[in-house]
């Protein structure tokens, strides 16, 4: 008899706190998120991205929610985010202050592999953080629950 009550008030005490944490969740705001891939080198697909995250943000904000929004390069897409090559550049420079919920992640292998094959340094735009390895960063990221694109 004893050890059927204490079944009982463990579970009346896990059926408590379980509720108290689904309380806490729906009391968190949601936020969505989206990963865009970049992996060529061509201009309109980075533009395309651009107007992807743009209109994302924009449709998400109309509605009062909130949105984080990550675009990763890697492979040829990684000219996107050089210093030296980026057809985009100035626009991504425009982000931080009119889109601060876009971030933009440059692969590190692709970085090593370029600075390796052209004999110099990689520069990257000031926008940019670097990750390990960009589709090990879109993994994670749909792992984490992010939706995914690839333009």
């Not at 420079?93 to 090593?112: E, G, H, L, R, Y």
Request: negative net charge.
């Amino acid at each position: 008899m004893i050890e059927r009550r204490q079944v009982l008030l463990g579970l009346s005490a896990s059926s408590l706190a379980a509720t108290g944490m689904a309380s806490a969740d729906e009391a968190a705001p949601h936020v969505h998120r989206l990963a865009i891939q970049v992996s060529e080198n061509r201009p309109e697909l980075m533009t395309m991205a651009l107007n992807n995250a743009v209109n994302v943000s924009r449709a998400y904000s109309a509605k009062g929610e909130d949105v984080s929004i990550e675009i990763v390069a890697y492979g040829p897409g990684l000219h996107m985010l050089r210093q030296d090559t980026s057809p985009v550049k100035e626009r991504i420079a425009t982000f931080p202050k009119s889109m601060p919920n876009v971030s933009f992640s440059a692969c590190q292998n692709t970085i090593d592999g370029m600075a390796h094959a052209e004999g110099k340094p990689v520069v990257l735009i000031p926008e940019t953080k670097t990750v390990e390895a960009g589709v090990v960063r879109l993994m994670e990221l749909q792992e984490q629950g992010w939706s995914y694109i690839k333009v």
